[in-house]
């Protein structure tokens, strides 16, 4: 008896009007963070009938669902995870589509249409578990921008749910490249995300009379200056770091010298080296750059996601596995890293997997000038959604059918 793969991409645009139908509910209806009522209630409600076991979080509104393989009337020890995220980002929308967020937040990163497409996976290999030869555990997760919904849902005993670790885990993120195109890379693929902020302290005083105060301020534009030199004269460029300051805050009146100032930066990072030069070099630039200016620098580097890392021999699988369901022109290798980071990381590091890109820009705009991921204006075409969850779904079916 083989372990056939069914027609999953046939299969799947019979669902794409409800898969659609569901993403724009929830584009409409965001919500942000660890806490996700309506969302979880909508999975749930879209995941009703299926022969799943169902189990939700309790420090998040996650959502677990274990369908368990039934191929040749037996139980199987083996299991796949496939992971949506479903948190939204706190953007005000800013696109004309009818069904458009107007809550403050928005899905500026595609976590509906990764919502939905897992929806459909599920739907998928549940009107198979007749002849699936393992079990399939579904993430749907809470609190991917900056919440730790990963780290949430692990401590929360995720890896456990099916009765033994998953051997392999699998994960479709949107974006705005080509649509239809699927971009994976072995090893790794996305950059590690950490947090550095600098308060600069000096002595208040009168705006006309600097010479009666110890002003922080120009010693933390200079401190914001200097870090950029210092990412090009530490830092080899084949072990590349991102040191972006978004935040700088000063004083409230015009015509007051504060007593400190302060910056926030997010730091990209691929690889645990670079880390601990950066802890060692970033005190070190501000601690000197704040004293010549007599003032004195508070540092604290918040270390977060850690590096994505795709499994070598999981990622040629799924490479071939897309190229068997779509065909090699839509299967493109991913050159080198992005600097972007994703929580998926800590899942990876724990169960060997592969994370891939889907084009999802739409057929009216140009993907070279598309606005990007977490921007107000950005779309998704969600015409892809037939295709992701098929590509979940044949990658689950076909790991466990060996």
Not at 95 to 120: E, F, R
């Amino acid at each position: 008896m083989t372990n056939a793969v069914p027609d999953l991409v046939g299969e799947a645009a019979a669902l794409l009007p409800d898969l659609v139908a569901l993403r724009r509910d929830l584009h409409a209806n965001p919500e942000i963070a660890l806490q996700l009522p309506r969302t979880q209630a909508a999975v749930l409600k879209a995941l009703e009938g299926l022969d799943l076991e169902l189990t939700t979080g309790t420090a998040c509104t996650s959502v677990i669902g274990v369908l368990r393989g039934r191929k040749d009337g037996r139980t199987w020890d083996d299991t796949v995870l496939l992971r949506g995220d479903m948190d939204a980002l706190p953007v005000r929308e800013d696109t004309d589509l009818p069904y458009a967020a107007d809550n403050g937040n928005m899905h500026a990163c595609g976590h509906d249409l990764h919502t939905a497409g897992l929806v459909g996976a599920a739907r998928l290999l549940a009107a198979h578990g007749d002849e699936l030869p393992g079990n399939v555990l579904f993430m749907f997760q809470p609190g991917e921008e900056g919440h730790d919904g990963a780290e949430t849902m692990l401590g929360e005993g995720l890896l456990d749910v099916a009765g033994a670790k998953p051997v392999a885990s699998y994960a479709i993120h949107v974006g705005t490249s080509e649509r239809g195109n699927f971009t994976l890379k072995p090893g790794p693929t996305g950059a590690g995300s950490n947090e550095l902020r600098i308060v600069v302290h000096g002595k208040g005083g009168h705006g006309s009379r600097p010479v009666d105060a110890i002003d922080p301020v120009p010693a933390l534009v200079e401190i914001a200056g200097a870090l950029q030199t210092m990412t090009t004269r530490r830092f080899g460029v084949f072990d590349p770091i991102v040191v972006t300051v978004t935040q700088l805050q000063a004083g409230e009146a015009i015509n007051v010298i504060p007593d400190s100032a302060r910056l926030g930066a997010t730091v990209r990072t691929l690889s645990p080296e670079s880390i601990e030069t950066l802890k060692i070099e970033t005190k070190r630039l501000a601690d000197g750059i704040a004293s010549a200016h007599g003032c004195t620098a508070e540092v604290d580097f918040k270390v977060g996601y850690p590096v994505t890392v795709n499994d070598d021999a999981e990622t040629a699988r799924t490479r071939q596995v897309l190229i068997d369901t779509f065909g090699a022109d839509r299967v493109i290798d991913k050159p080198f890293p992005t600097m972007g980071s994703e929580d998926f990381s800590l899942v990876l590091n724990e169960v060997p997997g592969t994370f891939v890109h889907l084009g999802a820009c739409p057929p009216d705009i140009d993907p070279a000038d598309s606005p990007s991921n977490h921007s107000a204006r950005v779309r998704f075409d969600d015409a892809v959604l037939g295709d992701q969850a098929a590509a979940l779904a044949t990658l689950a079916f076909t790991r466990l059918a060996g």
